[in-house]
T-cell receptor
Framework: GQNIDQPTEMTATEGAIVQINCTYQ??????LFWYQQHAGEAPTFLSY????GLEEKGRFSSFLSRSKGYSYLLLKELQMKDSASYLC??????????????FGQGTTLQVKP | DGGITQSPKYLFRKEGQNVTLSCEQN?????MYWYRQDPGQGLRLIYY???????QKGDIAEGYSVSREKKESFPLTVTSAQKNPTAFYLC??????????????FGDGTRLSIL
């Protein structure tokens, strides 16, 4: 089966660093995406990993280890506006090479002053 | 500006009624998707389409139907057979579903409730 696990909730302090973990067990792997979703809004794309290692994009970094089925999203210099849900999604091979996304349940991050 | 437009933002369904959610994109994307999001849960795939006049069932297709008559449009009908339709529905599109480095872009969603 397909399974993606993330912590349900996390709390961090403004200006700090937080790491959100994601572990996955999927039939096939064709990339891992992180999305940010504010309450009641559309998810927005943050990062993409397909090879092992760290991808850095400003205050956000994402790491992937395919052998361990593990990824994390690192948020630095936290700001209040970073309070949101963070969704981990794995692309798996679908019929006709459509590349379906399987989503974790999301991690709700609350940033406190 | 290019983007994905979902309408309406809020929708109410009566018992035994079919309702249709609209999704239009002007990004010239080939692939389009419908997801359902329930509180505390991740997005679950309902249907997806790679090209016009072709679509595939996702993980929770029962009680839903779609059509893809135009590249820009992928409407979702929630039928009376869907017994628990209350949820947040998200439409997404991507350049080419099989091109792994292209993310899916999402619309603002439609919140469906039962009267």
């Amino acid at each position: 089966g397909q399974n993606i696990d993330q912590p349900t909730e996390m709390t961090a302090t403004e200006g700090a660093i937080v790491q959100i973990n994601c572990t996955y067990q999927t039939s096939g792997f064709n990339g891992l995406f992180w999305y940010q979703q504010h309450a009641g809004e559309a998810p927005t794309f943050l990062s993409y990993n397909v090879l092992d290692g760290l991808e850095e994009k400003g205050r956000f970094s994402s790491f992937l280890s395919r052998s361990k089925g593990y990824s994390y999203l690192l948020l630095k210099e936290l700001q209040m506006k970073d309070s949101a849900s963070y969704l981990c999604a794995v692309r798996v091979h679908g019929s006709g090479n459509t590349g379906k996304l399987i989503f974790g349940q999301g991690t709700t991050l609350q940033v406190k002053p | 500006d290019g983007g994905i437009t979902q309408s309406p933002k809020y929708l109410f369904r009566k018992e035994g009624q079919n309702v249709t959610l609209s999704c239009e994109q002007n990004l010239n994307h080939d692939a389009m998707y419908w997801y359902r999001q329930d509180p505390g849960q991740g997005l679950r795939l309902i249907y997806y389409s790679q090209i016009v006049n072709d679509f595939q069932k996702g993980d929770i297709a029962e009680g839903y139907s779609v059509s893809r008559e135009k590249k820009e449009s992928f409407p979702l009908t929630v039928t009376s057979a869907q017994k628990n339709p209350t949820a947040f529905y998200l439409c997404a599109s991507s350049i080419w579903a099989g091109n792994s480095n292209q993310p899916q872009h999402f619309g603002d969603g439609t919140r469906l409730s039962i009267l």
